[in-house]
């Protein structure tokens, strides 16, 4: 087959495996998981939207979270009480914070123009 044939199949496969890979629901971060698992059953959002929250920035709300867990004797990491941490802040309050080391950010799928084979 020709490279002018196999072009238009590659291209419409790409598109395709695009289209079934942002269909998918993104599976939960740590974070979210560890609070949906171990403190969303005692209290739900509306407990961080209280008048006299104790939240009151990045490291009060990293505090919050690990006095909460060692109160429920969960025992978590550091890298536990952080993740938790910055799921409550991107979901619910918006501190400022530290940027995730480089091995944790997110990394970036590559543009569909990258995959495709050049001319």
């Known amino acids: 087959m020709s490279l002018r044939r196999i072009r238009p199949t590659i291209a419409c496969a790409l598109l395709?495996?695009?289209g079934?890979?942002?269909a998918q629901?993104?599976?939960p971060s740590r974070g979210q998981a560890l609070y949906e698992l171990h403190c969303i059953g005692c209290?739900?959002?509306?407990?961080h939207w209280r008048?006299?929250?104790?939240a009151t920035d990045w490291p009060s709300l990293v505090g919050?979270?690990?006095?909460?867990?060692?109160n429920a004797l969960l025992n978590w990491s550091s890298d536990d009480v952080d993740a938790v941490a910055r799921y409550l802040?991107?979901?619910?309050?918006?501190?400022?914070q530290p940027p995730l080391p480089i091995g944790e950010r997110p990394r970036q799928a590559p543009s569909l123009a990258a995959l495709a084979p050049s001319p």
């Open 16 to 18: 395709l495996l695009a």
């Open 20 to 22: 079934a890979a942002t």
């Open 25 to 27: 629901p993104a599976a």
């Open 43 to 47: 209290h739900g959002t509306q407990m």
């Open 51 to 54: 008048d006299r929250r104790q």
């Open 64 to 70: 919050q979270v690990r006095l909460w867990q060692a």
């Open 89 to 96: 802040n991107a979901t619910i309050y918006r501190f400022p």
